[in-house]
């Protein structure tokens, strides 16, 4: 039987099991095509082709005049009102207007740049697993991955330390319910608490505009109130969508791999092993195979603009398309033994961060540097640490959540760097 992308209860089985749909969509002749309904006044039905091949991913992700990101790129779509009141973030803008607000922080993610921020983000790594080791916290997303990532994108846009908490608990909620397919009842109820987060962080970062107006640091909220768009500022709407976006964006996706990545260390006692072996050999692989693995993403869409084919299918102007980023990563046509997880994979040409082109992921460079950091804290302590249990998974088509993962402490072990 063909699996029903569009249908929410696809989204709540096992991992495994979905996985193995992915496979059986990408033996089909071309992109399947899946009818979804759409809440609103008057109930339409639309739907999407899903995009399971690699190759079908990257052609769509580097031809953005045909693939376009506008009007919006998640599912479900934020409805108009939303957007009208909170801001159209660069996700879901196209052409020049993107790339001058891409330009706006791009600089501060290059690897150039990144490599004199390096030092503080390794620290940042050793103060939170010496806080780990001490308390014994025994949950690992909230004690050190939510953590780590949340920290880095602080520091990077001058966040001062007392706000931290208050924003930290927005981010949360803002974010909580994406591509959950909802119920009626959380229908009602939810969406209200994600929009009355997005709205007090957009408040404060309005104040913290302001004072950087008045004074600027040099970090990336000095940078975007200074920027000059076309001889304008940016409103004060539009920088608190670049924050959110920045915010949700950086800490989600880093958090969620990092917490995956604990659990494919401790469930892969052999890739661990060679990991602490050489460290600094097997890093850089064992990074980009647990992004490939875990996929932090599972996809995004686009909206076709003009007549194109596909992987063989004729789409035309108002076709949707789903870029399955955990399928392309699975493709046995590019991996070989691609549900095998293996740190030593050469070439490793996953999508996790995207199939290229103008939106690919501004914090790709940031998020390996991060997860690196983290690792080699984890792994160079006498005291190792490993995940117990399955990890605790959310439920979403958007992104491969870990809500929690118990973890326990072993004995003194051989350490890796
Ligand atoms: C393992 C961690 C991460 C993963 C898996 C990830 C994944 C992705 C993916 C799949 C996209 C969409 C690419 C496309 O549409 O072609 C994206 C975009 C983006 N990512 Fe990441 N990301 C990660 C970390 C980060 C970090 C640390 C930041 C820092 C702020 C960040 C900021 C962004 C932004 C701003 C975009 C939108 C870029 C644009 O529209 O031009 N990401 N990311």
Redesign the pocket.
Known sequence: MRPHLADPAFWTLPRDQRLAAFAQLRQAEGPAYFVEREAGRHRRERGFYALVRHADVVEA?RLPEVFA?APG?TSPEPPRWVRAVFGDS??NLDGPR?AQL?RIVSRA?TPRVLADAEAGIRELAGRIVDDLIASRADEFVSAVASRM?FE??CDMLGVPEQGRLHIARQVDRASENAGVSRTLRSRVRVPGRGLRALGRMQLTVAALGRERRRHPTGDLISALVGADVDGQGLTTRELGSFFS??MV??VE??R??IAHALALLTDHPDQRELLVSDFERYADGAVDEI?RFS???IQ?RRNVTRPHVLGGQALVGGDRVM?L?ASANRDESVFTDPDSFDITRRPNPH??????????????H??RV??KALLRELLSRPLALRAVGMPELGHSNFDNRVRAQRVAYDTPRRSAV
Request: net charge neutral; aromatic share 12%.
């Open positions: 992700s990101s790129v660069m996700v993107h891409r993610f990532a880095v994108i976006l920045l964006a950086g996706t880093t969620n791999a992004v996929t932090p993403i995004f870029l980023y999508l996790g961060y995207g199939g290229g082109g103008p939106h690919y992921c501004l914090g790709a940031l998020a991060e997860i």
